[in-house]
Each structure stands twice: as structure tokens, then as C-alpha cells.
T-cell receptor, first 115, second 115 residues
Framework: AQSVTQLGSHVSVSEGALVLLRCNYS??????LFWYVQYPNQGLQLLLK??????LVKGINGFEAEFKKSETSFHLTKPSAHMSDAAEYFC?????????????FGAGTRLFVKA | GAGVSQSPSNKVTEKGKDVELRCDPI?????LYWYRQSLGQGLEFLIY????????KSGLPSDRFSAERTGGSVSTLTIQRTQQEDSAVYLC?????????????FGPGTRLTVT
């Protein structure tokens, strides 16, 4: 069965520093992978998605993620953190193994950005 | 275009009362999902509807929870005899397979507080 593990429930970085949020997945078939962001008191918003077209995926707000099959990872990065990046980030996996439309979400990583 | 909408945005109810939460998906989206997000927790899958197929109810936590989707569009999540542990944010999402691999569009959520 497909699953997602996000390493670290909380990550704190200084403004301008590199952001790295870790995500590992488990899947017996080629997965579709997603990163969603949730700002306070809002629903989730898609940051980026991997669909097998390219291993390095660029998303909104300067975020990108790299699919590494050998490491079963899909870590999210941003070169320079901004105060507005403070939010909760969810990694998710989907595909035929989850029954087609079902998506499995990780537990989330809350990002804090210090001035 | 219009996104996913949910109503009410906030609901306070007394323990033992029934509540109904409404979700209006994006027009034309064939799949609709309900999730529960408790304070500091990730997304807990509740139920999903896909077209005219029987819904996947595998995530409903008890028989006090039910959901229906009328005419393949609007959905209502009903919680009977509410308990304090039902307090959470209930998120609705919809997706259209034709627009990409299972990408979901989320509503802003309904915050339910059971007193």
C-alpha cells in the first residue's frame, strides 16, 4: 500500500536561509506526488506535483522538489525563506494503488521562519 | 473561476446535537472528498465520491458519521449525536481526473466546535 512519511513535524529556519522539508514515500507502482501548503485558517493549496514528466519539479512561490526513485524521496526546497512561507506543508501520494482517486497525505510539517 | 466552497465556515454546537456540513465542489469535478483535521494533526480521510460509483466510506470513524452527494454535485456531511472529540476542521476537496493526476482542490473548511 502507498504511504507517505514526513520527517519532522516542525522545522524552523531564519529568513533568507534554505528551506528543506523531507518527504519519503512508499509505492509499488509509479506514484504521483504532491506538496500542498496550508496557511492559517485556510484550506490546502497545491504547491507542485510530480507526474513523471521531469524529476525536478518547480512550483509556486519559488519552491521546488526533486523526485528520487532510488531514495523514494520527494523533498521540498526553497533557496531563501521568506516570512510569508510560514505555514504547514503536506506531502501526498496518489495513483492507481490508492484506488485511483484516493490521496494519502503525510502528517504535515509546520515551517517557522525567524526574522 | 469559482473554487470549492463550504458552509458554514464555523459551527458551534452542543454535545448530542446533529450537525450538517455542506460542500459545493468545482463545477464539473467528478470526485469529491471529505477530510477531518484535528488540532495539530494531519488530514484524516473520511469519505470520497466518484461519479455514480458507490462512495468509499472506509474512513468514517463511526456510524454517527454519514455523507451524501446529490446529483453528482453538492455534498452534505452529517454528524449525529455530536461528541466533543468531533471538534475539528472538516475539509472538502474535489478533483477532475481529466485535469491532471488526482490533483485536489480544497475548500476553506468548516470549523466545528462541540461544547
Amino acid at each position: 500500500a502507498q504511504s507517505v512519511t514526513q520527517l519532522g513535524s516542525h522545522v524552523s529556519v531564519s529568513e533568507g536561509a534554505l528551506v528543506l522539508l523531507r518527504c519519503n514515500y512508499s509505492s509499488s507502482v509509479p506514484p504521483y506526488l504532491f506538496w500542498y501548503v496550508q496557511y492559517p485558517n485556510q484550506g490546502l493549496q497545491l504547491l507542485l506535483k510530480y507526474t513523471s514528466a521531469a524529476t525536478l519539479v518547480k512550483g509556486i512561490n519559488g519552491f521546488e522538489a526533486e523526485f528520487k526513485k532510488s531514495e523514494t524521496s520527494f523533498h521540498l526546497t526553497k533557496p531563501s525563506a521568506h516570512m510569508s512561507d510560514a505555514a504547514e506543508y503536506f506531502c501526498a501520494v496518489s495513483g492507481e494503488e490508492t484506488g485511483g482517486f484516493k490521496t494519502i497525505f503525510g502528517a504535515g510539517t509546520r515551517l517557522f521562519v525567524k526574522a | 473561476g469559482a473554487g470549492v466552497s463550504q458552509s458554514p465556515s464555523n459551527k458551534v454546537t452542543e454535545k448530542g446535537k446533529d450537525v450538517e456540513l455542506r460542500c459545493d465542489p468545482i463545477s464539473g469535478h467528478t470526485a469529491l472528498y471529505w477530510y477531518r483535521q484535528s488540532l495539530g494533526q494531519g488530514l484524516e480521510f473520511l469519505i470520497y465520491f466518484q461519479g455514480n460509483s458507490a462512495p468509499d466510506k472506509s474512513g468514517l470513524p463511526s456510524d454517527r458519521f454519514s455523507a451524501e452527494r446529490t446529483g453528482g454535485s453538492v455534498s452534505t456531511l452529517t454528524i449525529q449525536r455530536t461528541q466533543q472529540e468531533d471538534s475539528a476542521v472538516y475539509l472538502c476537496a474535489s478533483s477532475n481526473r481529466d485535469r491532471g493526476p488526482y490533483e485536489q482542490y480544497f475548500g476553506p473548511g468548516t470549523r466545528l466546535t462541540v461544547t
